[in-house]
Nanobody
């Protein structure tokens, strides 16, 4: 079982930057696909970014060019660098992990709040 713990959320002004970090434990996640979801009040959950074990990345259109996902397999961590933040980026951000061959992200962190003020 993978345990995921996020950190780095907070309050930032529009145009600012934040870096979210996710530490995995319980299993070495180097062969997992990792990602970040977010959910804002009253909105559907959105898959923001993913990174495969090989380092291939994918982003939601809403964050392309502004967010960067990265991983450090030696440290069992995955980060999300967020720049040019907008008020609509305000949400709870969740770190997720998916085993090779699995269809869904079965492991979720507890979430970290990101609030972008205008």
């Amino acid at each position: 079982q993978v345990q995921l713990v996020e950190s780095g959320g907070g309050l930032v002004q529009a145009g600012g930057s934040l870096r979210l970090s996710c530490a995995a434990s319980g299993t070495i996640v180097s062969m997992f696909t990792m990602g970040w979801y977010r959910q804002a009040p009253g909105k559907q959950r959105e898959l923001v970014a993913t990174i495969t074990s090989g380092g291939s990345t994918n982003y939601a259109d809403s964050v392309k060019g502004r967010f960067t996902i990265s991983r450090d397999n030696a440290k069992n961590t995955v980060d999300l660098q967020m720049s040019s933040l907008k008020p609509e980026d305000t949400a709870v951000y969740y770190c997720v992990a998916r085993r090779i061959g699995a269809g869904t992200f079965a492991s979720w962190g507890q979430g970290t709040q990101v609030t972008v003020s205008s």
